[in-house]
């Protein structure tokens, strides 16, 4: 007779587990990933109705089953080959993009007016959340593009690291269209279908995977105050720890080698080139989020409500046609514009989407450990363990961020630190918020899920094994080491801060998100103003 995945208690947590300690042991994302799904599968093997019961066998079967069920299952699913379309589709707009000159020359309008350390720094940072669609695209364009700025202000390359680094994932993790949304909301929606398989509480009935993404944006306090803090630290000039030991180098003469601007002239209009197609896929996103909905409306001859509209909108096709359209207006603008030939806005093209590969690699095997997760009823172990040992909602924003943070700092992955943990606190959060009023359990279930996309981007841009960690001190000419130890106080200042102000006060007090994110801003200005000190000019 078959055994339920219950029986295994706490053992369920096993391929999770193994996923992470490889990770940290080999520092690579992608075979832990597969291991953790591969012992995920052996284990429902071993408990399957025809399963002989040898030890061969649950390896040959599991080893079968983690491909044909898992992997391929993760590629074969609509709604998830969607979201490797949009993402391929996005990347290669960013190549013709670049191909063209397009982005650069949108960083550099941005940049033509700084002259003082404070103007530079800042500058960066509002290039930072300019280029908000990819943080890949983000890192690759404005570290390159501002070293020369950063050179002529003496200012170190440890700080352009930390400001590129601390703007490309917390911004667009954010962001309501880039590379980011579409897994985002993968993640949440397949979650919450496992939730929808054994009954939906509630005050979840009218919740989906779209509302919940825009819902838990206030409560994804670290990525919104990572943001803030370099904004601090770039206008009052002060810094700490070993960040102002490199700035007091940089401001000596120190550190700074010659860099050369562009051999290129950048045109007048060449950031249009850029800005149109970032602009057409935010239009046709929202055309396409809100068109089913207003057809649905105008069938039915009733009114319009944006409630509805968005009800019955579709994200992942939104996503998709916007991707589509931004690469055709990006291939458009790019030939008819005489900036690339149409030979080298297809190779730019296929570049972009190379470099997503990896991304998707990795989004692909993190489906394939959270469906095999979700099958170990990992979810249903874990929130019994909570609800039988009294764990009070009030207290899981906090204790998920933390999690989060320390996992994708293990394992140097925010997609895959998302893969794992959102079916288990989705599920966590649906069955402790069930006997709770709604307006009680809806904001801390929110604050949940910001909780996971939060923390995960805190491993993100701190892991020295994260691939945006590599590429940020690789783009901002860098040493890796020097990046990580100088970025990582500051990044557990914002941390700590995020989950006393954020997590933790507005979950226990019920307070709006946005008073905790006012909070939290007061607080890092004081300790700014307390821990930091300028650079001597000499």
């Not at 042991?25 to 071993?46: D, E, K």
């Not at 391929?72 to 969607?82: F, N, R």
């Not at 400001?163 to 397949?190: K, M």
């Not at 943990?421 to 904001?443: E, F, K």
């Amino acid at each position: 007779m078959a055994a339920s995945p219950m029986q295994y208690g706490g053992w369920v947590l096993l391929p999770a587990l193994s996923a992470i300690v490889l990770a940290i042991a080999t520092r690579q994302v992608i075979p832990s990933l597969f291991i953790g799904t591969l012992v995920a599968s052996m284990m429902l093997c071993r408990i399957a109705p025809d399963h002989s019961g040898g030890v061969f066998s649950t390896v040959i079967d599991g080893a079968a089953d983690a491909m044909a069920v898992y992997v391929v299952g993760a590629v074969a699913d609509a709604d998830h080959a969607k979201v490797m379309l949009f993402t391929l589709m996005i990347g290669g707009m960013v190549g013709v993009v670049n191909a063209s000159g397009g982005t650069r020359a949108m960083v550099e309008m941005v940049a033509r007016r700084a002259s003082t350390k404070r103007q530079g720094q800042c500058t960066v940072w509002l290039a930072g959340l300019v280029v908000f669609f990819d943080d890949y695209a983000n890192t690759m364009i404005v570290g390159p593009t501002m070293l020369p700025l950063f050179d002529r202000l003496k200012i170190s390359r440890a700080k352009l690291a930390y400001i590129v680094d601390s703007t490309a994932a917390p911004v667009a993790s954010i962001a309501l269209v880039g590379t980011w949304v579409g897994a985002e909301i993968g993640y949440i929606d397949g979650a919450l279908q496992d939730v929808a398989s054994s009954g939906t509480p509630v005050f979840l009935s009218s919740v989906d995977a779209w509302g919940t993404f825009i819902n838990s944006i206030p409560y994804r306090f670290y990525a919104i105050l990572a943001l803030v803090m370099v904004f601090i630290i770039g206008w009052t000039g002060r810094d700490f720890g070993a960040m102002r030991r490199h700035e007091q180098l940089a401001a000596d003469g120190g550190g700074i080698e010659e860099t050369l601007e562009s051999e290129h002239p950048v045109g007048r209009f060449d950031w249009l080139l850029a800005a149109i197609p970032v602009l057409t896929l935010v239009a046709v996103t929202g055309v396409a989020l809100l068109y089913p909905g207003y057809a649905k409306a105008h069938a039915n001859g009733v009114p319009l409500a944006w409630k509805s509209m968005f009800d019955d909108a579709d994200s992942y096709n939104a996503i998709l046609f916007g991707a589509m359209a931004c690469l055709i207006a990006a291939m458009l603008l790019a030939v008819g514009s005489r900036r690339s030939k149409l030979h080298d806005a297809v190779e730019g093209m296929v570049e972009g989407m190379t470099r997503m590969f990896p991304a998707i690699v990795v989004l692909v095997l993190a489906w394939s450990l959270s469906q095999s997760s979700q099958d170990l009823k990992v979810g249903e172990v874990v929130s019994g363990w909570l609800v039988a040992k009294n764990f009070a909602m009030q207290n899981l924003p906090v204790v998920v961020f933390a999690c989060a943070a320390g996992v994708s700092f293990a394992t140097g992955t925010s997609w895959g630190t998302m893969g794992i943990l959102c079916p288990v606190v989705v599920r966590v959060a649906a069955d402790m918020g069930a006997d709770l009023p709604a307006d009680t359990a809806l904001p801390l279930f929110y604050g949940s899920v910001g909780s996971v996309l939060a923390g995960a981007i805190f491993g993100d841009h701190c892991s020295p094994i994260s691939d945006t960690t590599v590429l940020s001190s690789a783009a901002s000419g860098c040493d890796h080491q020097v990046h990580v130890w100088t970025q990582l106080p500051y990044a557990l200042v914002t941390a700590a801060v995020s989950m006393a102000t954020g997590d933790l006060l507005c979950a226990r007090l019920q307070l709006s998100p946005w008073l905790g994110l006012v909070f939290g801003t007061i607080i890092l200005v004081v300790l700014v103003a307390m821990l930091g000190r300028k650079t001597d000019h000499r």
